[in-house]
Each structure stands twice: as C-alpha cells, then as structure tokens.
C-alpha cells in the first residue's frame, strides 16, 4: 500500500506550468516533506522541501522563483506548483516525508525515509 501517492506530472511546452501533487494519507505524521528530481545521469536531487514543524522552506538554485511548495494539512497533500518550465526540469519527481528523523529541517535527500513512485515530467516542444 502506498504511502505517498504522486500525481499532476505530464508533457507540457516549455515556458508551461504544471502542479504536481502528493498525498500522503497513510503517514500521520512527519517532521520534514519535499520533493525531488531524479536526473538524467540517475541522481536524486531536492528540489523543494517544507518542514512541517514551523514552515521553513528549501528551494534548489535552479528552481527559485519558479516553483513554490505548498501543503494543505486537513487533506495532508503537498503540492509543487512548477511555472516556466524548462527543457532541464524533464525528470522523475518523486514526494518524500521524513518521518524517522527528528524535527529539524532537512532537505539532504538520505534523511528522507518514505518515498513515492514518481510522476514523469517532460517539458518539450
């Protein structure tokens, strides 16, 4: 049964936008929640992380001022809100929640202990 379920990704032009979802119905509880960009060359990268403690948020270089993460914690869902996409963001995003470690905010990518399956991106014309 799936922790966290991915949803929203797509083929999309670029300069597009496009929302991805992650529902996360089966954890009660974490610390710390994000998303991340599995690349070309098989690597795991955040790209947006939200702790759940107090708000602070993380954004990789490359996606600032493009992307915003967001949750809403009565449907326990947490989105990724993607505008001007470029060729470069094409990838696998996957949601992951940081439930075993302890309150502080982390975005490093093996802190992360509950994991998704991903939702294909593609941004080209």
């Known amino acids: 049964q799936a922790l966290l379920v991915e949803s929203g990704g797509g083929l999309v032009q670029p300069g597009g936008s496009l929302r991805l979802s992650c529902v996360a119905s089966?954890?009660?509880?974490?610390?710390?929640i994000g998303w991340f960009h599995r690349t070309p060359e098989k690597v795991r990268e955040a790209v947006a992380c939200l702790s759940a403690v107090d708000g602070t948020t993380y954004y990789a270089d490359a996606v600032k001022g493009r992307f915003t993460i967001s949750r809403d914690a009565v449907k326990n869902t947490v989105y990724l809100q993607m505008n001007s996409l470029k060729p470069e963001d094409t990838g696998i995003y996957y949601c992951?929640?940081?439930?075993?470690?302890?309150?502080?905010?982390?975005?490093?990518?093996?802190?992360?202990?509950?994991w998704g399956q991903g939702t294909q991106v593609t941004v080209s014309s």
């Open positions: 992951a929640a940081d439930v075993e470690g302890g309150p502080a905010f982390t975005s490093l990518v093996h802190e992360y202990d509950r």
């Open positions: 089966e954890i009660p509880d974490y610390h710390n």
